[in-house]
């Protein structure tokens, strides 16, 4: 992150140097919070996991962990299980590694019942403090307790009172708060951590404009940077809802990509110009450039444009969901299915079957459903799991198992026990993020 031209490496900088200024003026401080806008957390998030690598910059060892806060009772558990998995992981890219009381931790973590949560506390609180001693340093190792979900934040605040109460005070925790929210204020108020606590305030650091020098850095005549730069306009005529503009960088789009002469960078210019005119409701003009595009991957059957060509049909099955146009969009997705499994993309096909059941199913299409879920499960089924668990299966299989079919190849225990094979014993609360249709972000050259 030295590269002093490039604009978030120069932010996340600017945090670091933040960071080490405020822990000169409390040293002993030992609950730290973030107070950011929130078009700048991922710039905080980028913070993190720069000094969580071995690239850091500060005196503190800082591990930050993305468990899920769903409830405070199991909180202690999933995190304790997320840390030990987390350093098995890092122990077979670096086997030098050598936490001496891994392996019986590891042993006594599978003992422990996930409904206990008192001891679960203990555990947590005694691992935690194993892997201070064998991390070393003089300083305060801080735990970042940053999950990708939170069902409560004033739970959560109860969480870290009680785990820090129970924490040596070699061990810390550092939180992400909003600005205008305050999340956290409670907590780094109360009487029990009001000595201890220290709020870190970051200035507004100005994310898109950090993003839009990025996407726009380099020769103004390379065909990428000319067509970034008319990404960039066209993403600023949009939030200005100035239809004309996007338009006339649209086709500077196009007409840049045409030029350079290759064909899946032409293709993603229709699919990106497309997507902003969504919100314009521009069906002529949108259905036009998506039908080009798949003109264009058509076109001599070249086979390397057959994956962005598909990613097309996704942008047309959404567009017509958006304008309530039902049928049209399952038709859509089941075209994108039946030719990704033609041309073995099967990572689409997955994402099209899902797709099309979800707008079977959230307008009542029953005869279709019996007939698509089936479809897609037995298709994605005898795929290799490694491929799988990168795809959202888990929905389809969710499907398969709880919606009345006729016939059912395969059972429910035989489901469940794949499933959770793939994603993890509560793998049916995990798919619930799949409500939504996804479309592939197109391939920018």
């Given amino acids: 992150m030295a590269n002093e031209h490039n604009p978030i490496a120069v932010r996340i900088n600017y945090l670091q140097d933040q960071w080490i200024e405020h822990r000169q003026k409390k040293p002993k401080a030992r609950l730290l919070r973030w107070m950011v806008a929130p078009s700048d957390v991922p710039l905080v998030n980028g913070f993190y996991k720069l000094e969580s690598s071995t690239h850091g910059k500060i005196e503190e060892t800082l591990v930050v962990m993305l468990t899920d806060f769903e409830s405070p009772d199991s909180f202690s558990y999933q995190l304790s299980n997320d ?8 122990q077979e890219k670096y086997p030098e590694l050598a936490w001496e009381d891994y392996e019986e931790l590891r042993n006594e973590f599978d003992q ?7 001891s679960a506390d203990a555990f947590l609180t005694k691992m935690l403090k194993s892997f201070k001693e064998y991390e070393g340093k003089p300083t305060i190792m801080f735990v970042g307790v940053n999950p990708r979900k939170v069902i409560s934040h004033q739970e959560m605040n109860d969480w870290c009172l009680k785990i820090l109460e129970d924490l ?32 870190l305030v970051l200035k507004d650091q100005d994310m898109k404009g950090a993003c839009d020098a990025l996407m726009t850095r380099g020769n103004p005549k390379d065909p990428q940077v000319m067509f970034r730069k008319c990404m960039v306009e066209m993403g600023n005529a949009a939030s200005k809802n100035n239809k004309k503009e996007v338009n006339h960088w649209g086709q500077k789009a196009l007409d840049v990509t045409q030029a350079s002469g290759e064909k899946a960078f032409w293709i993603s210019a229709h699919l990106v110009y497309a997507g902003f005119l969504f919100g314009f409701k521009d069906s002529a003009r949108i259905h036009q450039l998506l039908d080009k595009a798949i003109k264009i991957g058509s076109a001599n059957n070249d086979k390397s444009l057959s994956g962005i ?5 996704s942008y047309k099955g959404a567009y017509h969901s958006i304008c309530g ?33 979800l707008v079977a199913s959230q307008h009542r ?16 089924y005898k795929l290799e799991e490694d491929l799988l668990k990168s795809t959202e299966f888990g929905y389809i299989a969710k499907q398969y198992i709880e919606i009345p079919l006729p016939q059912q190849r395969y059972s429910v225990a035989e489901v469940d026990e794949k499933m959770q094979t793939l994603f993890g014993e509560e793998w049916k609360k995990h798919v619930q993020s799949s409500n939504t249709l996804t479309a592939a972000e197109p391939v920018l050259g």
């Avoid at 840390?83 to 890092?90: N, T, V």
């Avoid at 038709?331 to 059941?357: P, R, S, T, W």
């Fill in 83 to 90: 840390w030990l998995h987390m350093y098995q992981l890092e």
């Fill in 112 to 118: 422990l019942d996930a409904s206990d949560t008192p």
């Fill in 168 to 199: 040596p005070p070699a061990v810390g925790l550092v939180l992400t708060d909003h600005k205008g929210k305050g999340y956290h204020d409670g907590l780094l108020n109360h009487s029990k951590t009001r000595e201890f606590s220290q709020t």
């Fill in 309 to 313: 060509t598909l990613q097309v049909y």
């Fill in 325 to 357: 146009e039902n049928q049209k969009s399952l038709d859509c997705f089941m075209k994108q299915a039946h030719l990704a499994v033609k041309k073995e993309e099967a990572a689409l096909a997955i994402g099209a079957y899902k797709n099309a059941i």
């Fill in 365 to 380: 299409m029953n005869d279709r459903l019996a007939e698509i879920v089936p479809e897609g499960f037995e298709y994605g």
